[in-house]
């Protein structure tokens, strides 16, 4: 049976909360340099969302940068503490991207895909059923 429910994503201080309703449309890890670098680690992973199923509380600071292929990427993230809860991309108009982390929840889905798999930390090895992709589909 589907999840129905709500998840919660916070900032490490708690005052950016992002709640999603049901279940993401699709759940994937980024191993860009951007990603790494917005993230701090080796790859970014995130479940993207409908608009109309995330409700965002707090005041979080804005961060555009173009990502691939030119196109708007907009992070949303705490003034406070700095985490990067949630974004909004150029290329997915009308969904919500959430950092899978901060919903602090290990039974998380795994991701579907690993994008840039071809710029990731040669040690990275994510196991069966996620599909490796060299770079980003345009
Ligand atoms: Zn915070
Ligand atoms: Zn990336």
Do not use: N
């Not at 191993?31 to 965002?56: D, K, N």
């Not at 961060?63 to 196109?71: E, K, L, M, S, W």
Request: glycine share 10%.
């Amino acid at each position: 049976m589907a999840f129905t429910g709500e998840r919660t994503a916070t900032c490490c201080c708690g005052s950016f909360i992002v709640t999603a309703r049901g279940e993401p449309t699709h759940v994937y890890a980024c191993s860009c340099l951007e990603c790494q670098r917005g993230s701090g680690s080796a790859f970014s992973y995130a479940a993207i969302y409908p608009e109309q199923a995330v409700t965002i509380a707090g005041a979080p600071s804005v961060f555009r940068r173009r990502g691939d292929f030119a196109r708007l990427i907009e992070s949303s993230f705490c003034p406070t503490c700095g985490t990067t809860v949630c974004f909004r991309a150029e290329a997915m108009p009308g969904m919500i991207g959430i950092a899978v982390g901060c919903f602090a929840d290990p039974d998380f889905a795994k991701p579907e895909r690993l994008f840039w798999a071809s710029r990731r930390h040669r040690w990275l090895d994510l196991g069966e059923g996620i599909a490796l992709l060299e770079t980003q589909p345009d």
